[in-house]
């Protein structure tokens, strides 16, 4: 099978003959030859530069030979013209001038049009395919929920009390809020994927800090938004968060082909609750990858085992590649995973 069929057949659940892998965050500052570009331009700078964010989009495509590239940008992107500012400070991850926090906050948001505003990532991808020699290209967003928590918190949050408050105590400036960036975030997505992206991930990285009840009446409307605008245009779409045991049911509702697992549910209990007729994509540890490579081979075959051959598994970790993660570790799954073959059931 052409290495560049099987990532996209598994999402569709189709046979493959070997399991398809790809990491999150699979450029960064892990790779040497990352930093060196990183030596002359910030992080914003790369994406302003379509050739060079097809560039870093392509290192780990060369040195992992994983079977996906992801297009090199940044969930928190649209908040540019959305009039709020960002700024990616030194050790203290992104910061957003202009937090939002009230109604006349929400309604100062400027209108954004993802082809003028954006078009610098949709160039990027442009080039891309033209360099991939047929390596599928992922785009992706942020999903509403986290988006909305960094223009809210003004940057990372742990207990994302400011977010909770506009929900239990603003309600109707949450909702509007939901309203407006569900909006950008659909018309982002659906460009990314006109430009050219073969799938997309919408990323809800912390809405494990919710309550079911919460995801519920808060978040999945809008998600599920987003999701069915990318599944409108019949690209395979990939939802992913972490923390969210307890949320996959209602995730699977949202919206998705493929559904994210992290590694705090083994991927077998996780794939059952979501039932037998979707994909799943995970769920490695990333701590592991730092560990002795017999200690990785146990744990990347353990997943594959519990995967147990089934159509729709696409290995990755269960979030993103840490920042000192050793390369060749990396390269190593990679190897694994493809090399796996599973126990032959044995005749009795
Ligand atoms: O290789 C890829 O995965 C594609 C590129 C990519 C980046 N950010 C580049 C980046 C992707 C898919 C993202 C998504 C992203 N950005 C998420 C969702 C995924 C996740 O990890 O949960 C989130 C929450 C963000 C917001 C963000 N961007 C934070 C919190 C930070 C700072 C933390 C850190 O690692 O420093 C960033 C910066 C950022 N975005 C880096 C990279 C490679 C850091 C490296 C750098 O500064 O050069």
Redesign the pocket.
Known sequence: MAMNERFLRACRRKPVDVTPVW???????YMPE?RLI?EKY??LE?CYQPELAAEV?LQ?VRALRVDAA???????LPVIPLGLGLE?AKGE??VIGKPVRTMEDVAAMRPVHAETDLGYVLEAIRILRGELNGTPLIG?C?APF?VAS?MIEGG?SREFLKTKMMMYSAPETWHALMEKLSGVLSEYLVAQIRAGAQAV?V?D??VGTLSPQDYENFVLPYSQRVLAAARAQNVPVIH?G?NTATLLPLMKRAGGDVIGLDWRIPLDDGWALLGGDIAVQGNLDPAVLFAPLSEIKTRVHDILRRADGRPGHIFNLG??IL?HTPVENVKAIVEMVHEYLPTPVVER
Request: charged letters at 10%; zero cysteines; proline letters at 5%.
């Open positions: 990491f999150m965050r699979q450029a960064g500052r990352y990183r910030s992080l790369i989009t780990p992801i297009l090199f940008a940044d969930i928190l990616f991850g992104p992706f942020g986290t960094y990372s991930q990323f990285s912390w992913f972490t979030h993103g920042q």
